[in-house]
């Protein structure tokens, strides 16, 4: 390119060779991002436009819309964006252009490679203008402001400076409004002249810039490779089912049907655009170790990441966007999450998706209960994990009980026997061997509705002090427990007149047949019909917690109480029988193993122990 007058050079000051590198290596981290900063400084420029047209209509009288042009040369090696928008005079490009040589100063140096979010540092327009240089080794800047007649050409080749001087007439035709960038690509960032590369970045990062983005090939017609059309950014009232679910689908590369849509605009101190999804499906990843979220971060409608965790890992199944106005466009991933503007807006719509679940739960049971169903495992997480909303998170929390499934707490206490006072629970594997554990029999013989809890993180949530209205959560399979006060549902089970073994000499018999078996013996209030069952001592971790952490090497299982049934008759055989305690007493501690889900510690001597008893019931 060039000019009809000899270019004006403007040196650089000595640190931006310095800046340019940490700008480069530490604010970003993917060179893609360079196209998206061309083409958001290029929407920029058609806003501001169409901004002052409103005062000033005479700058758009020539027809031209605003739009972005991307031209690929690979004969050239060059890249060129090119926007109708409101273009630079001069000062402008200096002064635009030069933002990171006019603050490259040692002290903007130091605070820059201080920063810990870098936020009041960047989101300037000179940061993301020389992104481009990660991938080019000079840049030419053509540039036409609205209504002037003086088109100027700002170059650089990153190094020791700029230089300005007036376009050449060839030039001068070629911009009639606006800026044109070309970028001289270095040898490695030669894949970003084909057509495919390009589409790809901008569907992934400006598919929903507002004005069109065209493909100018080196063959053939120019055409249109975004959408120009940010649905979370239109009215509600504007919009059918089926344009969430076809946008849904989109945004999150899903097939299924959304089984909830969360859109709404926030204005105050932030202003910001939400659309959000419940799938109705299990996504694949939903169990990663990593536990990222898929909302995706747009600043005025340029992507910004797709992992900047807007929303707590508990809610990581919710699909969709978040596009903000206040956030700078300029600000790496890694810096997103020290952000407090993104914090602030995180905490916002955290509280409205929990809140549009509570209304769905009441207003719409069933497709709540299939949105419970997919991700309730999920959302249980942050029972354990996030203090501040536990208690929202235990109301909206649905359970499979004694009694049905799909229960909710408040149901469970409004179905409180008389002089209940705290809500019972049972963790274990699964549903069917919960409910045939002895440990139910005292509870199921009073009425009393017990959540079964069968999850994975049921074992850790439970394992914190919890209350549901002032009503403590208790474990069956930990502590004592003491139904006394609450009446049994049919007086035919109470066996009060039945005779017991002496409790004394029947405890005593069974802990020295035990010895450090267990950490100690007792009479059980659990129990009806079976002889005996393993708890965890008051002070001890619920022994499906401990199973689960030995699993993983992370503690040691302690010694368990075991729980006598002193009416049963095998117990009471214990006190008659001194010959057969030992066998009968390590005959009840590893039935009780049994339905806990273990096996007992040596498996031979225990079928050996059962084969005696059974061939002396056979009188052989």
């Not at 981290?29 to 290029?42: G, H, V, W, Y």
């Not at 509570?358 to 997480?381: H, M, S, Y």
């Not at 929202?392 to 179905?415: H, M, P, W, Y």
Request: with cysteine; charged share 25%; hydrophobic share 40%.
């Amino acid at each position: 390119m060039t000019t009809t007058a000899a270019a004006e050079s403007q040196p650089f000051q000595a640190e931006v060779a310095e800046l340019l590198h940490l700008m480069v290596h530490s604010v970003y981290s993917e060179t893609d991002i360079f196209l998206r900063e061309l083409i958001s400084n290029a929407s920029d420029a058609c806003d501001k436009l169409r901004y002052e047209a409103i005062a000033n209509p005479s700058l758009i009288t020539d027809g031209t819309p605003p739009e972005i042009r991307i031209v690929p040369s690979k004969a050239a090696d060059t890249l060129a964006v090119v926007d109708t928008g409101i273009g630079m005079e001069r000062q402008e490009l200096i002064d635009n252009l030069g933002t990171i040589a006019r603050s490259g100063t040692r002290s903007f140096l130091s605070k820059l490679t201080e920063a810990k979010d870098g936020a009041n540092l960047i989101g300037q327009f000179g940061v993301g203008f020389y992104a481009a240089f990660m991938v080019a080794e000079k840049i030419v800047v053509t540039s036409r402001r609205a209504g002037s007649g003086e088109v100027w050409v700002w170059t650089s080749e990153g190094g020791s400076g700029f230089e300005i001087a007036p376009a050449s007439e060839e030039a001068a035709q070629r911009v009639a409004r606006g800026t044109e960038i070309v970028l001289h690509l270095k040898k490695d960032a030669a894949k970003y002249l084909e057509a495919y590369e390009i589409e790809r970045i901008v569907r992934e990062y400006s598919d929903n810039i507002q004005f069109p983005i065209l493909l100018v090939p080196e063959e053939g017609e120019p055409r249109q490779i975004n959408s120009a059309s940010a649905l979370w950014q239109r009215s509600k009232s504007e919009l059918k089912p089926e344009d969430y679910a076809q946008a849904y689908k989109q945004i999150a590369g899903a097939f299924d049907e959304p089984a909830m849509t969360l859109h709404y605009r926030a204005e105050g101190r932030q202003s910001y655009a939400v659309l959000l999804f419940a799938p109705s499906q299990k996504p694949f990843d939903l169990f990663q170790v990593e536990r990222k979220g898929k909302v995706k971060l747009y600043v005025r409608r340029v992507f910004i990441a797709d992992d900047a965790e807007l929303l707590p890992a508990y809610l990581r199944f919710i699909r969709g966007v978040i596009d903000s106005e206040d956030l700078p466009l300029n600000i790496s991933r890694e810096m997103l999450q020290n952000n407090p503007q993104l914090a602030q807006i995180r905490k916002a719509v955290t509280g409205r998706v929990i809140g549009e679940l509570e209304t769905l739960g009441e207003k719409e049971p069933e497709t709540f209960a299939k949105i419970w169903d997919a991700f309730g495992p999920v959302i249980k997480e942050g029972l354990w994990e996030d203090f501040e909303r536990r208690d929202k998170l235990l109301a909206l929390a649905r359970f499979t009980t004694t009694s049905g499934e799909n229960r909710s707490l408040k149901q469970v206490v409004d179905d409180f026997k008389p002089n209940q006072t705290e809500i019972y629970y049972l963790v274990g594997d699964s549903v069917e061997r919960l409910k045939s554990n002895p440990k139910l029999e005292s509870a199921r013989a009073r009425g009393i509705e017990v959540l079964l809890l069968t999850d994975p993180v049921d074992a850790f949530w439970t394992s914190a002090p919890l209350d549901f209205g002032g009503k403590p959560l208790k474990s069956l399979s930990q502590g004592d427990v003491d139904f006394g006060l609450i009446p049994l549902a049919d007086d035919k089970d109470d066996k009060k007149d039945e005779p017991a073994a002496d409790a004394a000499t029947t405890i005593a018999v069974i802990k020295d047949a035990l010895g450090e078996r267990v950490s100690d013996v007792r009479a059980s209030q659990r129990l009806t019909a079976s002889a005996s069952c393993l708890v965890a001592g008051g002070d001890a971790r619920d022994r499906a917690l401990e199973r689960l952490l030995a699993q993983q090497n992370r503690g040691a299982i302690t010694k368990p109480v075991l729980e006598i049934n002193l009416r049963h008759p095998l117990v009471a055989a214990l006190a008659t029988d001194t010959a057969q305690a030992k066998d009968l007493s390590l005959l009840l501690f590893e039935q009780a193993q049994i339905l806990d889900g273990e096996m007992p510690d040596d498996p031979a001597a225990f079928a050996g122990r059962m084969n005696q008893l059974v061939l002396r019931g056979l009188g052989k």
